[in-house]
């Protein structure tokens, strides 16, 4: 499969009507995103989802919508995944979803910290805070647009990985300069 390198101004000029994308990032100067990497495998650290132009929800200290220029300012690797596939009502499901969960009291957006732990020890299904997630946790809302996606408990390179196997998604890099 081919990817696509795009520029900072190509994402910034993504409209509402090609959203959402599905989004992986690598923080090339983090000792902690090199740690996650080292451990699970993969490019990929952090997952997050484009579904308003210019802006990512992102599962950090609490899951927020934040600019996505804040992933562009050099330091990130990004790769961002979409599908013609994906039905207009099923994109908007998705959109709702995820806005849904940026609604709710901070906390219960909070970062799962003892998934993290779970993840170390391989037990991430029964060591974890069922109404805490981690940022690859929000991939279960995948389901919504394409009912094949069937992973539990994924790494963002597990998404990835997935991504790439799927007929008919397309994937665009970041890689700064």
Aim: glycine fraction near 6%; include cysteine; proline fraction near 6%.
């Amino acid at each position: 499969m081919d990817t696509e390198e795009v520029t900072r101004e190509q994402i910034l000029a993504i409209p509402q009507e090609k959203l959402p994308l599905l989004v992986v990032s690598r923080n090339l100067y983090s000792h902690l995103a090199t740690e996650i990497v080292r451990q699970r495998g993969g490019p990929y650290n952090h997952y997050m989802m484009m579904i308003h132009p210019k802006k990512v929800a992102s599962q950090d200290l609490l899951f927020r919508e934040i600019p996505i220029n804040n992933y562009l300012k050099g330091e990130h690797l990004l790769k961002l995944w979409s599908c013609p596939y994906w039905l207009g009502i099923k994109r908007q499901r998705f959109i709702r979803e995820i806005e849904e969960g940026l609604k709710k009291p901070w906390w219960l957006r909070g970062y799962d910290w003892l998934q993290i732990l779970g993840y170390k020890l391989h037990l991430e299904k029964w060591i974890q805070l069922p109404i805490l997630k981690v940022c690859s946790s929000w991939g279960d809302k995948i389901r919504i647009l394409d009912s094949a996606y069937d992973l539990d408990n994924p790494t963002p390179e597990a998404i990835n990985e997935w991504c790439k196997t799927q007929q008919g998604y397309k994937s665009f890099k970041f890689i700064p300069d």
